[in-house]
């Protein structure tokens, strides 16, 4: 989880004395704080700042993670909404769903909702919301929620966290990130988050995307909601312009010209029952571990035996080890080229480390490979090469056979038969692996 506090949010704000909105609206004087941001007064370089961080995290991750983004209104959720466009300009640029407003007034919104829940479809990425999506849709594929909305219910906080608790290994999705901007993510600290498992709405085939009491929730404030504009500006008694109502029917200014900054930053991690992780990532590591191993012989030969390796990455990943921070907390240079068992071995039991580089390169220099074909030496050192830059996972694929280089050296059938067919391309594999992992 990444928490980020920004300074208005934090010290409040004050309009100067007789100071005007963009729509020529004058302030009324008091402080305002976070309660009020996007429902009574709109900072609009906030807005602008929000939507900057989130596309900082993407663009350091993946820029096409799934992503919800929540906030407080139907008005928010545009402006969010245009904010995001603004920052991911070329992906827009390639496919206008890139980012889209799914709420309850927008029915070109709500038609991209079977889209963007459903795993294999690629569009649209980055979803801003306020009710709409706050329960009942079953975003398997959702990797990063961004909370900047006021919660102070309990029921909504878990509604809302379970839009990113689905697992979806065929899509090697395992964990998720909340971006928390409002601080929202207290809740976690009170004793009525007791991590229930959410409520999560499975629709059979021919039944509407979302439980019916889900459009009647928001319907009810956001569907029956004119935008009105700043030429529709009731005006006092006096001839003043009065500030535009937003969907509760409260005044709002819009102020555009007023700096906003982030004055912290900080990462913190949750384990599988939703609770903050106080210790190192290191120390949760190692006691994680020592559940599960007895030793690190138990370790080794459970990592032996596993027909897929990438099988026990993943089932530590579910139970809460966090491999990419644990790497980069390791070693911020080379932390990310460490395999996976590297990093459970120098954690748990103190053993030095190898890059998947350094491991691939001890087994060319064994030169085992001699016993096979020059042909299925060929796909073998291929397989290294792909395992030092991606790791285990690739090369226990069979489709990998399909891709570059493989497809240069021959047909995925022509590479099996140069192994004496699929168990004994398979077996080689294997061995490999076994090669990989020597002492």
């Known amino acids: 989880m990444v928490r980020i506090d920004l300074d208005k949010d934090l010290t409040g704000w004050r309009p100067d004395k007789g100071m005007f909105d963009k729509h020529g ?41 799934k992503t919800i983004v929540f906030c407080d209104n139907i008005d928010h959720a545009e402006r969010m909404r245009q904010a995001m466009v603004n920052e991911n300009g070329d992906l827009v640029g390639q496919n206008h769903r890139y980012v889209v407003r799914i709420t309850g007034d927008n029915e070109e919104g709500k038609m ?21 999506m706050t329960t009942g849709v079953d975003a398997q594929t959702c990797k990063l ?35 928390d901007f409002k601080k929202a993510t207290e809740l976690f600290a009170d004793p009525a988050f007791d991590g229930d498992p959410v409520q ?30 700043a030429g529709d500006n009731p005006t006092s008694p006096s001839g003043i312009a009065e500030p535009l109502l937003g969907e509760e029917g409260v005044r709002r200014y819009i102020v555009a010209n007023v700096e906003v900054k982030v004055v912290a930053e900080r990462v913190q991690y949750f384990d599988t029952n ?24 138990d370790f080794l030969r459970h990592w032996s035996k596993a027909e897929k ?80 830059d991606e790791g285990v996972a690739a090369i226990e694929e069979t ?12 047909t995925p059938i022509e590479l099996v038969r140069a192994f004496g067919g699929k168990n004994q391309y398979q077996q080689a594999v294997s061995e490999l692996e076994q090669e990989l992992y020597r002492a």
């Open 25 to 65: 609206n004058e302030i009324e004087d008091r402080i305002y704080n976070q309660r009020d941001f996007d429902r009574t007064l709109v900072l609009e370089q906030r807005t602008q700042l929000v939507a900057r961080k989130i596309t900082e995290y993407l663009k350091s991750s993946n820029r096409f993670d």
């Open 112 to 132: 991209e909702l079977d889209n963007f829940i459903f795993p294999e479809s690629k569009y649209p990425v980055i979803a801003t919301t306020s009710k709409l």
């Open 145 to 179: 929620i961004v909370l900047d909305q006021r919660i102070q219910s309990m029921t909504e906080f878990k509604q809302i966290i379970g839009r990113g608790t689905r697992i979806n290994e065929d899509f090697d999705k395992y964990w998720f990130t909340i971006i």
């Open 200 to 229: 999560i709405y499975e629709p059979d085939p021919g039944d509407p995307p979302l439980p019916p009491e889900e459009v009647d929730g928001e319907g009810s404030a956001d569907e029956d909601f004119t935008y009105p504009t």
């Open 274 to 297: 939703g609770k903050l992780i106080t210790e190192s990532l290191k120390d949760y590591t190692r006691n994680t571990l020592a559940k599960e191993f007895a030793s690190l012989d």
């Open 309 to 388: 390796k990438q099988a026990i990455i993943d089932e530590l990943a579910n139970q809460g080890v966090f491999f990419e921070a644990l790497a980069e907390e390791v070693d911020k240079q080379s932390g990310k080229d460490f395999d996976p068992f590297d990093l459970l071995c120098h954690v748990a039991w103190d053993q030095p480390p190898l890059t998947r580089k350094e491991r691939a390169e001890q087994v060319k220099k064994r030169h085992y490979f001699g016993k096979y074909s020059e042909e299925a030496q060929k796909v073998l050192e291929a397989l290294l090469d792909k395992y030092a």
């Open 399 to 410: 489709q990998i056979l399909a891709i570059s280089p493989f497809n240069r050296l021959g």
